[in-house]
């Protein structure tokens, strides 16, 4: 099966931030074995994060508040881009950043590094300021994407959209403005800079990211979390984004023939299911993973299996196919 143009084993992907920084699950999952890999999110200079504790359990998932800790551009180019070729599944960079010119940058160093499958960019991290601007305002999603476009030539561009546009502006006008960028919209159409496949905007949409909350410590009654607050994902996050995919697939993906991935508390075949049902093509799990490093394996042989008993030859006829009558 393809995503973005990108070939992957099944449609099982590692989500960004929760499987180390390239191949680490690689002692305790067999990385032929699942879809793809999205690394760590690279800013253009490296990030320390934010003090702990910065990651914790809550019931019905985790908050984070990792808050981008990443070595930065300089070292990914030199010490993680070497090591891609060798990882034996796609590898899928992630970009993110404070600025226009801080994507361009990261984005255009990925762009030369031959091993790389593809870019996603991450508009929609909660736990740094400004993380989400560009994830909730479809005005700057347009102009980023615009920009970040004709310097990722050679690769296939995911962009990743924040849940938090669930409200107005809606996620819809989010996702219209990452596939549509204002550039070509005032162009009237493709941009000459467009990527491989001559798109002006996303290649695919990842729906989408950790949703902004909080936890108290009642005995101490100070927050659990070193920076307030961070982002909840796993198993509460589901139902939550699978309405998002459903949105964005009915609204605008179909017609514009872009592929969603589905993400958001993913740790059975069900799940997943589920998010094809609303329109995804593949799926990515993330803190499924610290419970269970294996489960992308379980959950793509539970897929296929799916796929089987629904009696069609691949997983793509059953995007979309939820039976609303
Ligand atoms: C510890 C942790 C770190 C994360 N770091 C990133 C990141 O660097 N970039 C990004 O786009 N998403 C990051 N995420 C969000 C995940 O990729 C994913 O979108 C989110 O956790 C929802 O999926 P899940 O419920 O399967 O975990 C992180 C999530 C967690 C739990």
Known sequence: MRIAGIR?????????????????????LDLPRVGAIVTKSITRLPRE????????????????????????????VSHVAPRIAGVPCPVIGSVAGFSIDDYVQVAAAMDEIDALAGVELNVSC??????????????????????????????????????????????VDIA????????????????PSGGPDGRPGADALSISNTIPAMAIDVESRRPRLANTTGGLSGPALHPVAVRLVHLVYTQVAKDAGIQVIGVGGVSTWRDAAEFI??????????????????????????????TLRQHVSSIEELAGSVSLA
């Open 8 to 28: 992957l084993r099944n449609p099982v992907i590692l989500a960004a931030g929760t499987c180390g920084h390239l191949d680490e699950m690689a002692d305790v």
């Open 49 to 76: 994060g934010n003090p702990t504790w910065r990651i914790l359990e809550c019931r019905g998932g985790m908050l984070n508040a990792i808050g981008l800790a990443n070595p930065g551009l300089d070292s990914f």
């Open 126 to 171: 909660p736990n740094v300021h400004g993380g989400t601007e560009f994830g909730s305002d479809p005005a700057a999603l347009s102009d980023l994407v615009a920009k970040v476009r004709p310097v990722l030539s050679r690769k296939p561009m995911i962009v990743k959209l924040s849940p938090i546009a669930a409200g107005l502006p809606t996620i």
């Open 176 to 191: 219209r403005a990452a596939i549509t960028p204002a550039a070509a919209a005032r162009s009237g159409g493709a941009s």
């Open 277 to 306: 049902l609303a329109g995804a093509t593949a799926v990515q799990v993330g803190t499924a993973l610290f419970a269970d490093p294996r489960c992308p394996i379980r959950i793509a042989k539970g897929l296929k299996n799916w």
